[in-house]
């Protein structure tokens, strides 16, 4: 078949293909693809600019992103990308490297820039280097909410106002969660602020509201913790009266299980930090994390019965 002939045959092809999905969307301009780093992220995006983007979020609901392992399919996702928006302080390492090997030009932003960030170190846990989960602290997930929401408009011209506007809008649920969040740890006496859960990912969380976590890995999930560090973590949980601890992220049930097991506490439920529940599990948004996470946390805090 000569080379003229095949673009013929082409071409009805493809001008069907374009009509149909153009009569539908009459004159509304091509939705955007902006990929998120993680389902926190995605959330955000979500919830500033809605359907008028097409999302497609990497470390999707239940994913752990710390240990993401990009398929070949997300790496198509970024070179349509008009934006891709990530974490930063090393909490997506092998998004840097699908950037690099995808070539992609195209804007990045990073929601956690302008925040200095604590040390994950401080916490007491064993990661060195930033603490990346800053969107514990509801003033930093603020900060996240207006950098993406600028980020978005740069993107998309003429959706500019409309979603500056809604990122405010988001931005002033996010502060009212805050002082929401406050209110509901006053209700716990101060001596009875401590938390054992399983990945030390509460650090902003903590230095936020004042309570103390305790947990027997670091910063970064998948580490299994020594049986001294165990053996130190259940001293700690009795010297406390600790009554409960809580999973937290894919893959810990075991670990908290034997913990609660050989320290004589009960396992009080899943807490969620760096990732978004399914749709039809108790954490599908940003914020229904945050009234989830209270919601365990609180009763559990002033020894009230599970
Ligand atoms: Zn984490």
Redesign the pocket.
Same mark, same amino acid.
């Given at each position: 078949m000569t080379a003229p002939l095949t673009r013929r045959a082409a071409l009805p092809l493809l001008a069907l293909l374009a009509a149909s999905p153009a009569r539908a969307r009459a004159q509304a301009p091509p939705r955007p693809v902006v990929v998120a780093s993680f389902s926190i992220l995605g959330d955000m995006v979500r919830q500033i600019a809605g359907e008028d983007v097409v999302l497609r979020v990497l470390a999707g609901p239940e994913t752990d992103?710390?240990a993401f392992q990009p398929r070949p399919s997300e790496a198509e996702a970024i070179r349509g990308a008009a934006l891709v928006v990530r974490n930063g302080l090393g909490?997506e390492p092998w998004l840097d490297r699908l950037l690099r090997s995808t070539g992609h030009q195209g804007p990045v932003v990073t929601a956690s820039e302008g925040i200095t960030p604590r040390r994950a170190d401080q916490a007491g846990g064993h990661g060195h280097g930033p603490d990346?989960?800053c969107w514990q602290d509801l003033g930093l997930a603020q900060s996240y909410a207006r950098r993406i929401g600028e980020a978005l408009a740069l993107v998309e011209p003429t959706r500019a106002a409309a979603w500056r506007e809604a990122a405010s809008g988001y931005a002033a649920r996010l502060a009212a969660l805050d002082a929401w969040v406050r209110e509901r740890i006053a209700t716990v006496p101060p001596e009875r602020r401590v938390v054992v859960t399983s990945?030390d *990912?509460f650090g902003y969380f903590a230095a936020a509201y004042g309570v103390r976590f305790l947990a027997p890995q670091g910063?970064?999930?998948g580490a299994q913790p020594s049986a001294a560090q165990v053996a130190a973590l259940i001293r700690q949980i009795r010297a406390a009266g600790i009554s409960a601890v809580f999973i937290e992220?894919p893959g810990s049930q075991a670990v908290m299980q034997r913990l609660a097991r050989d320290a004589g506490v009960t396992v009080r439920g899943r807490l969620y *930090?760096?990732t978004l529940s399914a749709p039809d599990g108790p954490a599908p948004g940003f914020e229904a994390m945050v009234r989830h996470n209270l919601g365990l946390l609180v009763p559990a805090m002033r020894g009230e019965p599970g």
């Open positions: 992103a710390h909490f990346p989960h990945h *990912a910063a970064s999930a992220g *930090a760096d």
